[in-house]
């Protein structure tokens, strides 16, 4: 998600244009006068908006959904190129500004298809777009679109556990830093940093992973949500690891910090992965006590979320003899989920887990 770390009346124009709002709506959304907002406008990056009018307009832009944050960072992107008007103009060969629109429409649209886990049309759109226009013959504005549409093509591979190899997560997110790092966005650099992280891990490196994000976890290019995120996965990496106890400290502090900030979600994950960690010291009365309080606390719901929801729990209940065929029969319904929605990684997590039980390896019939 967006973040700034100061507000100046172009970043303010481009949150407004990002919500579809008029001036006077924006105003009021605000709190503010109209006069206000007009003057951002008149000024742009010439003018800053008051400390506490940063507050406001830092909570504006944090509970925005994800739509509205890319078509800011779009918008934004536009903006602050160095480029005067006339350069920004597209060769012959190249999309016009209507075209544009309906690809960052469309990016709004993949956003949503891979929260619900659909990929097939996620993947349908961003094929859409990235096998009409080549990277050369792009504007800034195409090039900011191109690399978010490959860096989501990573997501989507990420999702399905296609970690390695050319047609990878790891493949589209090199692919989109390296665009970022051309149109020097340092934040949208940091992030792919924390992507490829995640893949590394996810490859078992677990090491490697735990490195890269203690790194990140420091890092100022990042939100503190984002960081907070990374320091999170430090945790994770190292439980895998087996160093549970340190682990359980550091994921606590990520837990503390999603509090602060107010992000239910995360604060959700974060006991997840405390659950984990504490299954991993053979402290199950804590991972017991963890699980319960992410399977009560979510607030989105998605077959994803289910699914790591249910394979977490399931692990936890495989640790204790007296709920072993529990454990087995939640493990069964994560597995189907995972096939139905094509979450290959984590179907392979579920039936590994059932495999080092003793247990079946399919699903078990009811």
Known sequence: MA???????????????ALRLSVRAFAQQLGLA????SKWESKLADTEPRPDTQAILDTALGRADAAVHLRFETLLSEMT???????????ASGPRAWEYESWADDLDRVVVALSHQDFAFADSLLTRWLSRFKAPELDEKGLYLFARSTALLGDLRRD???????????????GARAVFTQLDIPRRVAQ??????????????????????ETLAVDDRLSRRDRARARLWVGTALSKDGQHDYATRVMQAATRDFEDLTEPD???????????????????????HFIDIA????????????????????HILLSDTATRDDGHLVLDQAAQVAAQYGLVHQLRSSEGIKAM??????????
């Open 192 to 213: 792919l940093d924390l992507s490829l992280a995640v893949v590394t891990e996810m490859s078992g490196k677990l090491e490697i992973a735990a490195r890269n994000y």
């Open 81 to 91: 190129s160095p480029l005067t008007t006339a350069q920004r103009r597209v060769t």
């Open 160 to 174: 399905q556990g296609a970690v390695l190899g050319p047609l990878s997560a790891q493949h589209s997110y090199a």
């Open 295 to 314: 399977r009560n606390s979510r607030t989105t719901e998605s077959p994803m979320q289910r699914v790591r929801l249910d394979t977490a729990h399931g």
């Open 34 to 37: 109209v006069a206000t907002v």
């Open 266 to 288: 995360d604060w959700s994950v974060a006991h997840q992965k405390l659950a984990l960690a504490r299954r991993g010291a053979g402290d199950l009365t804590q991972a017991l």
């Open 357 to 366: 039980s003793g247990g079946p390896t399919g699903p078990r019939q009811r």
């Open 3 to 17: 973040t700034v770390h100061h507000w100046t009346g172009l970043e303010a124009r481009a949150l407004r244009l």
